[in-house]
């Protein structure tokens, strides 16, 4: 459901300095196009930190997410749960291409709501506000560890786009009107993700 924005300063994607991918894979047609449609939206390099939220992925040292997740959370700042979850949700997939060849050593494999909270809070306490692109619409974006369901939750303000969700079709407005959950309207094509109290 959208609902208008009051009291609350205008804003665009330029002002978000954080992204959470979630489940965009290689070899999926549909993520081709978004990614050739998306390729002057979305530069990953305009972002302070990326959580790379890609759930199924084959455990590959050389991809720069895990990478990073391994040189930072297994010596010197040693969190198992956060390394615990890489294993826990591994299976065969691959990041699409396009993402993985955008990312950098801000880029981390974060798989779990209380990981994302340790890891903003050691890495980028400034970042408040979180963009999201995703694959599908209910199953990947919302049901996801890291998805609205809890994001809503989290102490984090997190946006999307009218073109931030892969297979929703260009425009993604429609899906946030019939969502259960409360979205906030810009009035420029980014919504907010209204916070709920536990």
Not at 58 to 66: N, P, V
Not at 94 to 117: A, G, V, Y
Not at 123 to 147: K, N
């Amino acid at each position: 459901m959208i609902i208008p924005r009051t009291d609350q300063p205008a804003m665009d994607v330029s002002d978000i300095k954080g992204l959470v991918i979630i489940d965009l894979w290689k070899d999926i047609p549909i993520i081709d196009e978004w990614a050739a449609r998306n390729n002057e939206k979305l530069n990953l390099d305009a972002f302070q930190s990326v959580i790379v939220a890609n759930y199924e992925l084959k455990l590959d040292s050389d991809d720069i997410c895990q990478h990073n997740v391994l040189q930072h959370y297994s010596w010197t700042n040693f969190t198992p749960n956060i390394l615990l979850s890489m294993v826990k949700y591994c299976r065969s997939c691959r990041t699409h291409p396009w993402i993985q060849n955008q990312l950098t050593d801000r880029s981390f494999l974060i798989l779990e709501p209380e990981d994302m909270k340790h890891h903003v809070q050691n890495i980028a306490p400034h970042i408040q506000d979180w963009l999201v692109i995703g694959w599908c619409w209910r199953e990947c974006t919302h049901t996801r560890p890291i998805g609205f369901y809890n994001m809503r939750f989290m102490p984090y303000n997190f946006y999307v786009t009218n073109w931030s969700m892969v297979g929703v079709g260009p425009d993604s407005v429609e899906h946030l009107q019939k969502d259960r959950l409360r979205w906030i309207d810009y009035g420029n094509n980014l919504f907010q993700l209204e916070k709920y109290a536990r």
